[in-house]
């Protein structure tokens, strides 16, 4: 198949809108602050959501960078750049279509210094945290209380979902059960250790991006200003921190709109 060119005209607006169904099309079409939908899997959501990008670039309504689609897998981001594509070709290039975790690497990577971390930060899979945990749960002597690495890493990744860092994780905890105290002491250690690595581990990548927007509102409405349309599909995945990082893309800024889709709850 040909790659179609980018000239606006009747032709091209006829391709962007072929094949959908009215509800489709009018949600392509839609203009205004947020638009949620909500239909089941397979339905043509993710249609919806490529098939708008590529009429708000190709009437020009927005420049590729000013757009952020976000997935959840690397998989989906690369399925949704190719659908853009195929539909208007090389313009969705500069295009920010990435999955939470790679979005906020490139945010985090720019605005490093403010966290005090170089730009050139490492970023930890679940293999290295779990190293780490391991060396400090011998070091603690935590194993007498059953706790593993695998085990210390679920209740360190739930806090940190939950946007709890390791001093609100204390605040928030029962010292005086041993095994409580204990695991507050695990998460400080472990995330001294990341500082002086110089690392993030997965779920760090979201949390500390929602704190930089939160500590830093310059930094928060530079991104405001910068994405004036975010995509979000597959929306009832979201975790508490995922949610927050939406919430402060897009608070503040009148201007910026949104599109959400996700399943209906069962
Ligand atoms: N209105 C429609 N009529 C027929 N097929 C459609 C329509 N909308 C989408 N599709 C097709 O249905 C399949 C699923 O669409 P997709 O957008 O991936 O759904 P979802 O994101 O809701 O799971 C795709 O192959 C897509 O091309
Ligand atoms: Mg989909």
Not at 23 to 36: M, N
Request: hydrophobic share 40%; with cysteine; charged share 25%.
């Amino acid at each position: 198949m040909t790659q179609m060119t980018l000239e606006f005209g009747d032709d091209l607006d006829a391709r962007l809108l072929a094949g959908l169904n009215p509800q489709q099309k009018q949600a392509v079409l839609h203009r205004g602050p947020a638009l949620l939908i909500v239909a089941g899997a397979g339905s043509g959501k993710t249609s919806v959501l490529t098939r708008r990008i590529a009429h708000f670039l190709a009437h020009k309504e927005l420049w590729p960078s000013q757009i952020l689609a976000i997935t959840f897998t690397n998989k989906a981001a690369a399925e949704m750049r190719e659908r853009v594509k195929h539909l208007i070709g090389d313009e969705a290039s500069g295009m920010w279509i990435k999955t939470f975790h790679s979005a906020c690497v490139a945010i985090l990577r720019r605005e490093a210094d403010r966290l005090g971390h170089d730009a050139n930060f490492t970023i930890y899979d679940s293999g290295d945290s779990r190293a780490i945990l391991k060396r400090i749960i011998r070091d603690l002597g935590a194993d007498i209380h059953k706790l593993t690495p695998a085990g210390a890493a679920s209740v360190i990744s739930n806090a940190k979902n939950e946007l709890a860092d390791a001093e609100s994780f204390a605040r928030n905890s029962d010292l005086s059960d041993p095994v409580q105290r204990v695991l507050v002491e695990i998460f400080e250690r472990y995330q001294a250790e990341l500082r002086r690595n110089n690392a993030f581990d997965f779920d760090d990548l979201i949390a500390e991006t929602v704190y930089l927007f939160r500590a830093f509102p310059d930094v928060a409405a530079a991104y405001q200003r910068k994405f004036r349309h975010i995509l979000v599909d597959e929306y009832q995945d979201t975790n508490r921190a995922q949610y927050a990082l939406i919430h402060e893309l897009t608070s503040r800024c009148l201007s910026s709109t949104t599109l959400l889709t996700r399943e209906p709850v069962s």
